[in-house]
């Protein structure tokens, strides 16, 4: 089993570079993609930006909603990549269509390649519960693909947040990130890797190795730590 799991946040040319490096890794030889935009209301929009922006790696990007029946794309897919964008609406949608354990299917016992960045981070998970963003459709379900035993929380920050209000920067006051997984396990027991922007996790079949940027680790129970680029997360298998 291989996904590459991406915080987001690749918008400087070294943070595209390393994405870019990393897909090819994680790719290789293929040469189409089915990409998954469900995260984003303009499906369409949001597929052609992956070629504009230069996030396709040099790979033909073929959007999912371009075909009549998804679960058949899926089943003929060489490749997986879902986008960022709304966890909530995104989750929602693969529930709808009912693809959530045909991917985890494919995935697992095909050796399907997975990429997911943000919000396809977040449904790699075993459940979507760990997102940032705002619920603005209700999902039939919390359950996420469940490729990985942890959770994760893109676009992960450590400590309070300034914000820049006219000419001066004012702490925000509102929960941190880590208060945040901290209510988690207040109900739940998984573990969660704050994940850095521009960060990866590289899996393959029950190794997990941190790519790009830093990782903070959050178990219930125990202090939080922090993990370096290129470590292994050996402890979460």
């Given at each position: 089993?291989?996904?590459?799991?991406?915080?987001?946040?690749?918008?400087?040319?070294?943070?595209?570079?390393l994405?870019?490096?990393?897909?090819?890794?994680?790719?290789?030889?293929?040469?189409?993609?089915?990409?998954?935009?469900?995260?984003?209301?303009?499906?369409?929009a949001?597929?052609?930006?992956?070629?504009?922006?230069?996030?396709?790696?040099?790979?033909?990007?073929?959007?999912?909603h371009?075909?009549?029946?998804?679960?058949?794309?899926?089943?003929e897919?060489?490749?997986?990549?879902?986008?960022?964008g709304n966890?909530?609406?995104?989750?929602a949608d693969?529930?709808?269509?009912?693809?959530?354990?045909?991917?985890?299917?494919?995935?697992?016992?095909?050796?399907?390649?997975?990429?997911g960045?943000?919000?396809?981070?977040?449904?790699?998970?075993?459940?979507?519960?760990?997102?940032?963003?705002?619920?603005?459709?209700?999902?039939?379900?919390?359950?996420a693909?469940?490729l990985?035993?942890?959770?994760?929380?893109?676009?992960y920050?450590?400590?309070?947040i300034?914000?820049?209000?006219?000419?001066?920067?004012?702490?925000?006051?509102?929960?941190?990130?880590?208060?945040?997984?901290?209510?988690?396990?207040?109900?739940?027991e998984?573990?969660v890797?704050?994940?850095?922007?521009?960060?990866?996790?590289?899996?393959?079949?029950?190794?997990f190795?941190?790519?790009?940027?830093?990782?903070?680790?959050?178990?219930?129970?125990?202090?939080?730590?922090?993990?370096?680029?290129?470590?292994?997360?050996?402890?979460?298998?």
């Amino acid at each position: 089993m291989r996904a590459l799991l991406g915080s987001g946040g690749f918008r400087t040319e070294e943070r595209r570079q390393l994405y870019n490096d990393e897909m090819r890794r994680h790719f290789g030889d293929i040469k189409r993609i089915l990409f998954i935009p469900y995260a984003l209301h303009d499906h369409e929009a949001y597929t052609n930006l992956m070629t504009e922006r230069g996030l396709n790696a040099g790979y033909e990007i073929d959007g999912i909603h371009r075909h009549a029946d998804p679960a058949k794309a899926i089943r003929e897919a060489e490749a997986i990549s879902v986008g960022g964008g709304n966890t909530f609406r995104l989750i929602a949608d693969l529930h709808r269509l009912d693809l959530v354990d045909l991917i985890r299917d494919r995935v697992i016992n095909d050796d399907l390649p997975y990429m997911g960045v943000s919000a396809g981070t977040n449904v790699a998970c075993p459940t979507m519960q760990t997102t940032n963003d705002m619920p603005i459709t209700q999902p039939s379900s919390f359950k996420a693909i469940g490729l990985v035993p942890f959770q994760v929380n893109a676009h992960y920050y450590a400590g309070s947040i300034w914000v820049k209000h006219e000419e001066e920067f004012v702490e925000h006051f509102g929960e941190t990130r880590d208060d945040r997984i901290r209510e988690f396990h207040e109900m739940n027991e998984t573990p969660v890797v704050g994940l850095w922007e521009a960060g990866f996790i590289r899996v393959e079949n029950d190794q997990f190795e941190l790519i790009g940027a830093q990782a903070r680790i959050f178990r219930k129970g125990c202090d939080p730590y922090d993990v370096e680029p290129g470590c292994r997360l050996v402890e979460l298998g």
